[in-house]
T-cell receptor, first 118, second 110 residues
Framework: GAVVSQHPSRVICKSGTSVKIECRSLDFQATTMFWYRQFPKQSLMLMATSNEGSKATYEQGVEKDKFLINHASLTLSTLTVTSAHPEDSSFYIC??????????????FGPGTRLLVL | GENVEQHPSTLSVQEGDSAVIKCTYSDSASNYFPWYKQELGKRPQLIIDIRSNVGEKKDQRIAVTLNKTAKHFSLHITETQPEDSAVYFCAAKGTYKYIFGTGTRLKVLA
């Protein structure tokens, strides 16, 4: 149980294009999903919290117009990197918390998406 | 702001020895402390967690201790094996989000 998938696992794109990354909770519903960015040999940095049916909450320093988040259902959140540039190249990981988990705080991570912008 | 410090950044131990990784958090409202293991290019995997109302938790070779007064928590791995080699992250959950430590690269030498 508690499986989170991400698609695509790897994407290479040209500078200026937009890239959409999907995060799905496969066997549970998630009212909240989290998007992280991880640079090589560094920690996970929270970019934004995705809330089902409402606007995402962005962390300080994260451009909401550049990193568009949509959480249209209880099992799907998408992150769109708009007008991607080489500095956006990174490993993007989502996580989700089971809506029915109650006091259990565990977040389950997706496998990550490696983005390379040329 | 909220911060989690993690030490050491790298740790090499001989197979069979113990490994200890320490974290310190700043947000006194933090109430949940998970530890994740991440292998190269893969997702973080939860290995153990502890809530603020518990001082210690053990699961086979892995244990976590929490000192709320000092805002410290530690991961202890005993009888280390080569497959324990990975990057380990601590995290502290405050009001709604996790703050991750900077990671510890553990290398278990055979």
């Amino acid at each position: 149980g508690a499986v989170v998938s991400q698609h695509p696992s790897r994407v290479i794109c040209k500078s200026g294009t937009s890239v959409k990354i999907e995060c799905r909770s496969l066997d549970f519903q998630a009212t909240t999903m989290f998007w992280y960015r991880q640079f090589p040999k560094q920690s996970l940095m929270l970019m934004a919290t995705s809330n089902e049916g409402s606007k995402a909450t962005y962390e300080q320093g994260v451009e909401k117009d550049k990193f568009l988040i949509n959480h249209a259902s209880l099992t799907l959140s998408t992150l769109t990197v708009t007008s991607a540039h080489p500095e956006d190249s990174s490993f993007y990981i989502c996580s989700a918390r089971d809506r029915l988990a109650g006091l259990i705080e565990t977040q389950y991570f997706g496998p990550g998406t490696r983005l390379l912008v040329l | 702001g909220e911060n989690v410090e993690q030490h050491p950044s790298t740790l090499s131990v001989q197979e069979g020895d113990s490994a200890v990784i320490k974290c310190t958090y700043s947000d006194s409202a933090s109430n949940y402390f998970p530890w994740y293991k991440q292998e190269l290019g893969k997702r973080p995997q939860l290995i153990i967690d502890i809530r603020s109302n518990v001082g210690e938790k053990k699961d086979q070779r892995i244990a976590v201790t929490l000192n709320k007064t000092a805002k410290h928590f530690s991961l202890h791995i005993t009888e280390t094996q080569p497959e324990d080699s990975a990057v380990y992250f601590c995290a502290a959950k405050g009001t709604y989000k996790y703050i991750f430590g900077t990671g510890t690269r553990l290398k278990v030498l055979a």
